[in-house]
């Protein structure tokens, strides 16, 4: 995900504006710098910070390259390429010998020879050594495969639109296909997110953005950019994000055909631990049956995704775990649930990740932490059948 200071847009023809993509011209620069990045290897990422910025930037940038573009294929390689302490032994051992040294007094030649001898390395591993587990000591460290400029130019295009979608006010997703897929992989994200029907067919999402959230902003940004590369495993998607770019709001649309590779499937298992600790534990019980995923609840144009339908006979409560919430999300989620007639369902809450400004809400939501009491879900669900909730 590249920072906000290396976001870059240009203006889309349908009045929105697009992430500025590298293309297929862009490889022949890309190439030239993981070249002189990989001839860094070996050396304290300090000294490839200043190559960086002293001879590769200006080249790339005499060469026609804008800067945007060229420090974010930077910021990919550093991640690509790792960094590792190189020392005889331990710094902060090598450093508490030395200063021990040093209290004893005499010059720096004697303190760092008398630490060579108690500490039995060579006085150069002594001097290279001593700070080796600085940031700006730590030696860059090439990878066994190191990318493509092809896959370079996709990876960046892809962090580019996460980048954006970590500094989103909102986010409207749509799509035509795999649709319960996209809807379980939000879900499984804690997205909060709603489903309506599109006239056309197919699905629109709502989320909110991290910007628009009190609590978990970071976090929840990066379960929403997580999201994105799943979207694009579909045939056919739109993304509309409202950004702030340079405090600015733009409208940034996204859409299938964008040269974003497809680097992610959709995970056939997209159950949380939460979620398959309340089947067992709900099975253990023994008094309700619980199926996964039976049917989709439909309120006017909105729809609901249950994930759970408690059975005893022929009563039936639907459950559904939501992830990240704000009141107001909730509160727009009761109320579909009152537009559904004859529908008994249980939203299962967790506690922690309030989004909002801490008010609860009441209903039929049950708030949980970390775990879903499944002897108190079976009790709020007799409550239901019985018409006590």
Sequence with gaps: MLPAALLSLEP???????????GSRDEVWVAHAISYHADLANMPFDRVARA???????????????????????????????TEIRAALPPPRIREVVFEAAARGGSRDEVLARAS??????????????????????????????????????AYNLALVQGLLLRSDRVRVEVSEMVRSVVRYAKLRGLLATFAVVERGGLRMEASGPLALFRHTLKYGHALAMFFPVLVSTP??????????????????????????????????TDSAIERALVRDVRRLGTWEIERETEVVRAGHRLFF?????????????????????????????????????????????????CGDGAALGGTVLFFRRRVDAQRLLHVAEALVEGRA
Excluded: Q
Aim: hydrophobic content about 40%.
């Design 52 to 82: 960086w910025s002293d001879k590769i930037e200006p080249a790339l940038r005499a060469s026609g390259v804008a800067r945007k573009p060229a420090m974010g294929v930077k910021h990919l390689l550093d991640r690509v390429f790792r």
């Design 12 to 22: 889309r023809g349908e009045g929105g504006w697009a992430p500025r993509y590298l």
């Design 117 to 154: 001898v108690e500490l039995g390395v060579r006085l150069e591993e002594i001097e290279a050594g001593l700070f080796a587990d600085r940031p700006g000591e730590r030696v860059l460290v090439a990878p066994e495969a190191v990318p493509s400029a092809r896959e370079l130019v996709g």
């Design 306 to 354: 249950p994930d759970f339908t408690l059975t005893r006979g022929a009563h039936r409560v639907l459950v559904e775990i939501v992830g990240y919430y704000t009141r107001e999300y909730l509160a727009r989620k009761t109320e579909a649930l009152r537009a559904a007639a004859n529908r008994k369902l249980i939203v299962c809450v967790e506690e922690s990740l309030d």
């Design 236 to 269: 056919s998607y739109r993304l509309d994000a409202l950004c702030s770019v340079k405090g600015d709001e733009r409208h940034v649309v996204v859409r299938a055909g964008d040269p974003v590779p497809r680097t992610h499937a959709i995970p056939r298992d």
